[in-house]
């Protein structure tokens, strides 16, 4: 039987893709996927293009890395601009009715790009969008009708909450976050842009969110809503 196909972007600047492997592969035999990941943005995009793909997902930190002096250390490793070919790669994936899932830091990626935050249906603002420090962070689901969020329980975990994101055009929101005392902002949220599903999890900053049991949850269901298993006759 032929297996569904992901382009996985991971790694970047304090996110190694090595510490989340085992659990995406976790998430691909689950979900009975053939995955290829890549750390290198020209490559994923290559191979979006190299053969029919059914879900890009993006754990990955690449931005340009201008903002601030303290980057410079980083940019030669990490700094990223997209190139044309990305770009076309992604929007022809989404076009021919591929899925995206974005993860975390994948909502500050590509910033000289400004369709990304389009397709997203919302961006990290510098100067605005900010997260307290790593820590204990309450998540409540604003929906169980949704099948992403179907039987997924309120938690608490270990992660970042970005905070004060700019949400760009319609979106549903189906989870919500926030550290102690301070205000709920939207982190899981869905849309449909061209006609390709979109999902965001901007939680997942490390193992320790991850691995907890209903954000686990979340994410397997949400790869299942990105692209339902095929039917057998």
């Known amino acids: 039987?032929?297996?569904?196909?992901?382009?996985?972007?991971?790694?970047?600047?304090?996110?190694?893709?090595?510490?989340?492997?085992?659990?995406?592969?976790?998430?691909?035999?689950?979900?009975?996927?053939?995955?290829?990941?890549?750390?290198?943005?020209?490559?994923?995009?290559?191979?979006?293009?190299?053969?029919?793909?059914?879900?890009?997902?993006?754990?990955?930190?690449?931005?340009?890395?201008?903002?601030?002096?303290?980057?410079?250390?980083?940019?030669?490793?990490?700094?990223?601009?997209?190139?044309?070919?990305?770009?076309?790669?992604?929007?022809?994936?989404?076009?021919?009715?591929?899925?995206?899932?974005?993860?975390?830091?994948?909502?500050?990626?590509?910033?000289?790009?400004?369709?990304?935050?389009?397709?997203?249906?919302?961006?990290?603002?510098?100067?605005r969008s900010s997260h307290p420090p790593y820590g204990q962070v309450a998540t409540r689901m604003e929906t169980l009708a949704h099948p992403i969020t179907r039987g997924v329980r309120d938690f608490d975990s270990q992660d970042e909450v970005y905070s004060d994101l700019l949400l760009a055009g319609p979106v549903d929101v189906l989870a919500s976050s926030r550290v102690t005392a301070s205000g709920w902002m939207p982190t899981v949220w869905v849309r449909q842009w061209q006609g390709a599903k979109v999902c965001v999890d901007a939680l997942g900053h490390d193992v320790n969110s991850l691995a907890q049991p209903d954000h686990q949850r979340l994410i397997r269901q949400a790869i299942d809503w990105l692209i339902p298993a095929r039917q057998t006759s």
Request: glycine share 8%; net charge negative.
């Open 1 to 127: 039987m032929h297996r569904r196909q992901v382009v996985h972007l991971a790694g970047g600047l304090h996110h190694p893709a090595e510490n989340s492997q085992k659990f995406w592969s976790n998430c691909w035999s689950a979900a009975e996927l053939e995955a290829r990941t890549f750390v290198d943005v020209d490559a994923a995009g290559a191979a979006l293009d190299d053969r029919p793909c059914d879900l890009l997902v993006i754990s990955a930190l690449r931005w340009t890395m201008t903002q601030h002096p303290k980057y410079e250390p980083h940019r030669t490793q990490w700094a990223c601009s997209t190139s044309s070919d990305f770009r076309n790669a992604v929007v022809g994936h989404l076009q021919r009715g591929g899925s995206l899932l974005a993860m975390h830091t994948a909502i500050l990626c590509f910033d000289d790009w400004p369709q990304w935050s389009e397709i997203l249906g919302g961006s990290w603002v510098w100067g």
